[in-house]
């Protein structure tokens, strides 16, 4: 999704009792109490975050905005852009998979999906979807696709045919607004837009099973005004590390989870 809206379409959005959301003017937030910052790199402050991913050893990023959107390979400790593949100033770029070697980059409504040899970021094609296009991972075999609904898709990755679709529910209650993933030791970790959560989703059943809040993040330290929503969850499977940033954050944080 583009920019965030005004607050008062954001309360029309969300309803009486809607999530919180970081545009109001309140004081900076404490840390909340699930999660603990373990460290913390610089973020390319002009980067529109839509998707996050760290794969062998290597942190990529799809950033959006029309005329802005892009594929890179990052730089963790520096946040140096390695390398980077600039989409058509039409396409606006979403979420971001890597499976088998090659990574997936959504658009939000142009119905098509990149793909991009992962080693080099050369392009190998395109798939076609309907609907629009917000986050994607993947859980080794299929890719999962959120369109900022509470359904979630898992599509074939040669052809991007749904194999199936599940609605993301808690307490019973659809989750609508489901924007970048990731997969995380079984789970489905999906940005809630608008919000600091993370819903944790059981791929199977679609119920969330717990929540990561991270309120005060960006860290009050490494704020510049205009910086959008939490949106980028990546996981290094090999080091059991979490990486967290948003959309023109000026930093990447590194966090645990920790009992509340
Ligand atoms: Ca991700």
């Known amino acids: 999704m583009p920019r965030s809206p005004p607050a008062l379409l954001l309360l029309a959005l969300l309803g009486a009792g809607g999530c919180s959301h970081p545009s109001a003017p309140a004081p900076a937030p404490a840390p909340g109490p699930g999660y603990r910052v373990v460290a913390s790199f610089p973020h390319d402050p002009q980067a529109f975050t839509q998707g996050l991913l760290f794969r062998e050893g290597r942190l990529y990023e799809s950033t959006g905005l029309e005329g802005r959107s892009t594929l890179r390979e990052v730089a963790l400790q520096t946040g140096e852009v390695l390398r980077q593949h600039a989409l ?27 793909v991009y040899d992962a080693a080099t970021l050369q392009p190998e094609g395109e798939r076609r979807y309907e609907g629009e296009g917000w986050g994607l991972t993947d859980d080794g075999r299929s890719l999962i696709q959120s369109d900022g609904s509470a359904t979630l898709r898992f599509r074939d990755p040669g052809t991007f045919a749904v194999q199936r679709s599940v609605t993301v529910t808690d307490e019973g209650r659809p989750v609508p607004y489901l924007n970048e993933l990731e997969y995380v030791r079984g789970e489905v970790w999906a940005n809630v ?68």
């Open 193 to 260: 837009w608008l919000s600091d959560r993370i819903a944790r989703i059981d791929p199977a059943s679609g119920r969330v099973t717990g929540w990561v809040d991270l309120t005060g993040l960006p860290l009050p330290e490494h704020r510049h005004g205009e910086e959008d929503v939490l949106n980028g969850i990546a996981y290094d499977a090999a080091e059991d590390r979490l990486f967290v940033t948003g959309k023109l954050w000026s930093r990447l944080y590194e966090i645990r989870i920790v009992a509340p």
């Open 88 to 114: 058509a100033p039409q396409e606006f770029a979403e979420g971001l998979a890597s499976l088998e070697g090659r990574l997936y980059q959504l658009t939000w409504k142009s119905g098509r999906a990149f």
